[in-house]
Nanobody
């Protein structure tokens, strides 16, 4: 069993920055595939970024490339999503999710079995 816990989001003006953190509590000495997803009202859930702890492979959605960065702090066993140059269209509920195997088709998060509680990120214009 894996428990995913992530930080609280927040509100920021367009052009600002926020950082979300995520920790997956589960079996030790295994690799995790961790992703950040978001869902805005009336829209489908979309993948934002992923990180595979096995080899450090990252993925970023086209809509956030150059603005968002996913990274890991090994010492703290924590994943971070640094969000810069935020836009009003980034407003959504953000979720961290985890699983054990790397997934090529991660964008909709259908094969992630462990999810955090979700946190709101609001970007005002």
């Amino acid at each position: 069993q894996v428990q995913v816990v992530h930080s609280v989001g927040g509100s920021v003006q367009a052009g600002g920055s926020l950082r979300l953190s995520c920790v997956a509590f589960g079996p030790a000495y295994v690799n995790y595939f961790i992703g950040w997803f978001r869902q805005a009202p009336g829209k489908e859930r979309e993948g934002v970024a992923t990180f595979y702890t096995g080899d450090g492979t990252t993925n970023h959605a086209e809509s956030v490339k150059g603005r968002f960065t996913i990274s890991q702090d090994h010492a703290k066993n924590t994943l971070y999503l640094q969000m810069n140059s935020l836009k009003p269209e980034d407003t959504a509920m953000y979720y961290c999710a985890a699983d054990f195997r790397y997934q090529n088709c991660w964008q909709l998060g259908r094969n992630f079995n462990y999810w955090g509680q979700g946190t709101q990120v609001t970007v005002s214009s």
